[in-house]
């Protein structure tokens, strides 16, 4: 499961960013950086495949309300575009 919850985990993070590099996106590295030393650590033992799980459920969390917001916008805007050509003739 470790090799399709980090393709899952890469489309996430495209999706999120669009190849805009923010600051909120380095900071989420970072968390999943720190996240990772500190679940494979001896202190709490998980594996790493345990480890990119959590974080893949971690960039879910994160990245559903992007994607829905996106989504929206999309819907709200694509049949505006197909009917403009017909409307601006109305107007």
């Known amino acids: 499961h470790t090799s399709f919850f980090v393709k899952s985990s ?16 380095y900071c989420w590295a970072a ?4 996240i990772w030393m500190l679940l494979t650590s001896s202190w709490i033992g998980m594996s790493n495949d345990d ?4 974080i893949a459920g971690l960039l ?11 989504l929206l916008t999309i819907a709200a805007t694509y049949p505006l575009a197909l009917s403009f050509k017909y409307v601006k003739w109305i107007i």
């Open 60 to 70: 879910l969390v994160r990245g559903l309300p992007i994607i829905v917001k996106r």
């Open 10 to 25: 890469i489309f996430l993070f495209v999706l999120m960013t669009f190849g805009e590099m923010s600051q909120r996106c």
């Open 31 to 34: 968390t999943a950086a720190l």
């Open 51 to 54: 480890c990119i799980a959590v």
